[in-house]
């Protein structure tokens, strides 16, 4: 088992940043791939971005590239999410997850599949 806390969300205007943060305890931190994923109101859930266990590699889908930037720390046992440039559409719930497996098909798109939740921080931009 795996649990994961994220934390650092909130309300901000538009054009604002904010970095969200995800611990994980149980389970060997560096043995999974790990990812965030985002649900807004009456929205099917959205993958935001994903890292290798070792940080090396990184993954967007095409709409999140150059606003959103992931990282991982395996002495600290985080995993964190910078989101820059923050629009109204961008207001959801952040969830962390640590993945079975991601990767990136010949078409370029990702598939990934999750092993483990965290319980979501939400994140509002308004003015």
């Known amino acids: 088992q795996v649990q994961l806390l994220e934390s650092g969300g909130g309300l901000v205007q538009p054009g604002g940043s904010l970095r969200l943060s995800c611990t994980a305890s149980?389970?060997?931190?560096?043995?999974?791939?790990m990812g965030w994923i985002r649900q807004a109101p009456q929205k099917e859930r959205e993958f935001v971005a994903g890292?290798?266990?070792?940080?090396?590699?990184?993954y967007y889908p095409d709409s999140m590239k150059g606003r959103f930037r992931i990282s991982r720390d395996n002495a600290k046992n985080t995993v964190d999410l910078q989101v820059n440039s923050l629009q109204p559409e961008d207001t959801a719930i952040y969830f962390c997850?640590?993945?079975?497996?991601?990767?990136?098909?010949?078409?370029?798109?990702?598939?990934?599949?999750?092993?483990?939740w965290g319980q979501g921080t939400q994140v509002t931009v308004s003015s």
């Open positions: 997850a640590a993945l079975k497996r991601i990767a990136t098909l010949p078409s370029g798109k990702l598939t990934y599949e999750v092993e483990y």
């Open positions: 149980g389970q060997t931190f560096s043995n999974y791939a």
């Open positions: 890292v290798s266990q070792s940080g090396i590699s990184t």
